[in-house]
Structure formats: C-alpha cells, structure tokens
C-alpha cells in the first residue's frame, strides 16, 4: 500500500466518522417527548458533535494533502467543488449553527419546567434546517468524490 493509498483510506474512514453523526443529529433529539429527554438528547448530539468535528479535520487534512501529493487534482472540478463546498460546510459551524444553538443551549439550561417549551421548537426548526441544508452539502461532496463527474 503506498503513502498515498493509506491517505486515501484515512480520507474514507474520517469520512464515515465526520460525517455520519451529522446524518442523525437532529433524529435524535426530535424524539424528545419532555425537557429531561431533550437535554439527554443533546448531551448525546454533543458527543456525536465530537467525533464529526475529529472526523471532518481528519478528512480535509487528508483531502488537502492527497491533493499536495497528486497536484492535478486541483484542476479537477469534482475535487475542487467538493473542496469549496466543504470549506463552506465549516463555515457554517462558527457563522450559523452556533448562533442558533446558543438559544437552545440558555433554554435547556434555564428551564425548570418537566414540558418542552412551545418556544423551543420554533428555536429547534430554524437551527435544523440549516443542518439539513449541510447534509445536502455532505451528501453533494460524497456523490462528486464517488463519481467524479467531471
């Protein structure tokens, strides 16, 4: 197995790591039927967070240095799309998702009552449609990476 081939094989693995948790983070917390379920739910989405934040350097680690190693990939549209468009899904992290979970975050943390909050599900659609929005970045990024279109 070559340098490369190993990268590539840390490149899919970071991959199922980084990314997958992301595919069920919201899944988890919809569930919740009071606020003791619901802080559970997002004790456990906050680990899951983890493995995709390790996960998702690792891959754009790998996927930059892959393409140091094979520098035509930089002409390729499928590498650099894929590229852009995950830079873009890290973006997202700092400029729109904290903002919206630091609301949720004060609610779940101030909250006395054993009922979810009507407030917090206008506060949950919002933030989860943006992570929607990053799923279908991810899942963009992963039929340019198996296809390679072009």
Same mark, same amino acid.
């Not at 970071?14 to 069920?24: E, K, N, T, Y």
């Not at 909050?117 to 799923?135: G, Q, R, T, V």
């Given at each position: 197995?070559? &340098? !490369?081939? #190993?990268l590539v094989f840390i490149h899919i693995f970071s991959a199922i790591l980084g ?8 899944? *988890? ?22 493995? @995709? ?6 891959l754009l680690l790998t996927g930059v240095w892959m393409g140091f190693l094979h520098? !035509? $990939?930089?002409?390729?549209?499928? !590498?650099?799309?894929? +590229?852009?468009? &995950? #830079? ?8 729109? $998702? @904290?903002?919206?979970?630091?609301? *949720?975050?004060? +609610? #779940?943390?101030? @909250? ?8 917090? !599900? @206008?506060l949950s659609s919002k933030l989860f449609f943006f992570e929607h929005m990053i799923?279908? +970045?991810? *899942?963009?990024?992963?039929? $340019?990476?198996? $296809?390679?279109? &072009?």
């Amino acid at each position: 197995m070559s &340098f !490369y081939e #190993l990268l590539v094989f840390i490149h899919i693995f970071s991959a199922i790591l980084g990314m997958g948790p992301g595919f069920v983070m919201t899944v *988890i917390v919809k569930n919740a039927g009071n606020m003791t379920e619901l802080r559970h739910a997002f004790v456990i989405r906050n680990t899951l967070h983890r493995f @995709s934040m390790v996960g998702g350097t690792i891959l754009l680690l790998t996927g930059v240095w892959m393409g140091f190693l094979h520098p !035509y $990939l930089f002409t390729q549209g499928w !590498y650099v799309v894929s +590229l852009c468009l &995950f #830079l873009i899904a890290v973006a997202f992290g700092p400029f729109v $998702l @904290s903002p919206r979970s630091k609301p *949720i975050k004060e +609610l #779940l943390k101030n @909250s006395e009552e054993e009922a979810i909050p009507e407030h917090y !599900y @206008s506060l949950s659609s919002k933030l989860f449609f943006f992570e929607h929005m990053i799923n279908i +970045l991810f *899942i963009t990024i992963i039929t $340019l990476m198996i $296809l390679k279109p &072009f």
